[in-house]
């Protein structure tokens, strides 16, 4: 089956001290507790069940096993196999994040060749609207500019709001006063990154305008993440008024994660039409619970309205993970649906190739 991985981010081709191969099977920044390490998690026991054997162990090998072997063959080769057994058929990257662990990530064209699946970009808003140089006057003009030409050639756009100020959007844009008066303050000072709530909703206003033109869905981080989140602003529920002003506009809000706020995100896409679900980082990370997961999100998701993606970022196995848990935590899904009796074998394929490839396909035009 087809696998169209609608979000993710490159990895990085190193060898890896331990300690920092560990610490991108987190998302949290903090140490262990003692005596542990990010391995001793749903998401570890997934990483030592799919990954060990391609590289020529016995599943659930110990880890300090499967990093030996992984620096015996090499980043390079390790990265090799573990990508061609993700299997992907396309990869929707998000460009938002360029290094992980202390070491660039792999640029698209590579990472294309390592994958060996169609690699498309996705332009994180905050990104541009950091990079915007203008009066205070003028901001909101040259912001435009700068996305129109970001998203040249892009599949979509995605935003990071739920971590910069939360999803409490207004249902309107912004006043250009007080927009003008926000960028006064932002551009005279020092520009870490934008956080002021103002100027967040000028932007994804002006992203949904672009995204009109362009005929791009917008990508929206919900749900977890890492401690710079505060988890009650991640609320999908949250975009409810923003989702009802933008619904004229026909511009499709892709809701990604969602975890633990998966079913409100598919509330949201049950209810409007341009609202989509995905499971992607909540596949990986709520390992053998995985299929009771997507079981929650499809109750009550259309199921033409549900998109796979890994969100992997740093680690070549985070593809292979979130690829691997897919495919079986869907299939032991479907397989108690059809014992069930609640669908045929015709409808679980069907609902098979809309989440794993033709929703996507659809949605992004590939």
């Known amino acids: 089956m087809d696998l169209v991985d609608q979000h993710c981010h490159s990895v990085v081709l190193a060898d ?32 030592r069940r799919w990954c060990p054997p391609v590289l020529g162990l016995p599943a659930h090998a110990p880890a300090a096993d499967y990093l030996a072997r992984r620096r015996e063959l090499g980043p390079a080769e390790a990265t090799a196999r573990l990508l061609a057994a993700a299997a992907l058929d396309t990869c929707l990257v998000d460009t938002g994040l360029t290094a992980a662990a202390g070491h660039t990530l792999l640029p698209l064209t590579e990472l294309a060749a390592a994958t060996g699946a169609e690699v498309r970009e996705v332009v994180r808003l905050e990104n541009v609207a950091e990079r915007v140089t203008a009066t205070a006057d003028g901001w909101s003009r040259a912001l435009r500019s700068a996305l129109g030409t970001a998203c040249a050639g892009a599949v979509a756009v995605k935003s ?26 932002w551009l005279s000072g020092p520009r870490t990154r934008l956080t002021d709530p103002v100027l967040l909703a000028r932007l994804l206003w002006t992203a949904v305008d672009v995204c009109v033109q362009l005929g791009l869905p917008i990508q929206l981080h919900t749900g977890f993440g890492d401690p710079d989140l505060r ?3 991640a609320d999908p529920a949250l975009l409810v008024d923003f989702v009802r002003a933008a619904e004229p506009s026909g511009v499709p809000l892709v809701l990604l994660h969602g975890y633990p706020y998966h079913r409100q995100a598919a509330w949201l896409a049950a209810s409007f039409p341009q609202v989509y679900a995905d499971i992607g980082l909540t596949v990986s990370y709520t390992g053998a619970r995985a299929a009771q997961v997507i079981g929650e999100v499809l109750e009550l998701a259309p199921f033409g309205k549900v998109l ?3 969100d992997a970022y740093g680690l070549p196995e985070l593809f292979l993970v979130g690829a691997a848990q897919y495919r079986h935590s869907l299939g032991r899904l479907l397989a108690d649906w059809r014992a069930d009796g609640a669908c045929s074998a015709a409808d679980g394929l069907r ?13 992004y035009r590939l």
């Open 16 to 47: 890896l001290e331990p300690e920092r191969f560990a610490a991108l099977l987190t998302e949290s920044d903090r140490p262990p507790a003692a005596g542990t390490t990010p391995f001793d998690s749903a998401l570890g026991l997934a990483v």
């Open 308 to 310: 796979f993606s890994t």
């Open 231 to 233: 988890l009650h602003r």
């Open 160 to 185: 990071v709001l739920a971590y910069r100020h939360g999803l409490a959007v207004p249902p309107a844009p912004p006043a250009e006063a007080d927009v003008v008066r926000a960028a006064g303050a």
């Open 351 to 363: 609902i098979e190739r809309l989440v794993s490839a033709d929703n996507a396909r659809r949605l």
